[in-house]
């Protein structure tokens, strides 16, 4: 069909999506090399932070990763859902 040889022909299609929580470490501070002989170093954990990690597969057999925090997450989540809501509109507006 016409319309689905549009859809791929400049730019690869997202095959499929990963997703985990994971926990990071945060330190006071961290390993300098230009700073900190490694027999000095004395990491101090302070907390952890939760990151959402997303792993995305597209068709051309390549994949790239990318972490949100929290809030990031939102946006992200609130900007897919505004580009669907433009989608629906266009596909009902040519109808």
Known sequence: MKEDEVKVDVLPILKTLNGTVVFK??????????????????????????????????????????????????QFLNELIALQVELKTLENDRS
């Not at 700073?35 to 990491?43: H, L, R, T, V």
């Not at 990690?53 to 990763?65: I, Q, T």
């Open 25 to 74: 470490p945060v330190f006071e501070e961290r390993f300098d090399f230009n700073e900190i002989d490694i027999k000095d170093y004395k990491p101090k954990f302070i907390k952890q932070v939760a990151c959402i990690v997303l792993e995305l597969k597209n068709s051309d057999g390549g994949s790239f990763y990318i972490q949100f925090g929290a809030s990031e997450y939102e």
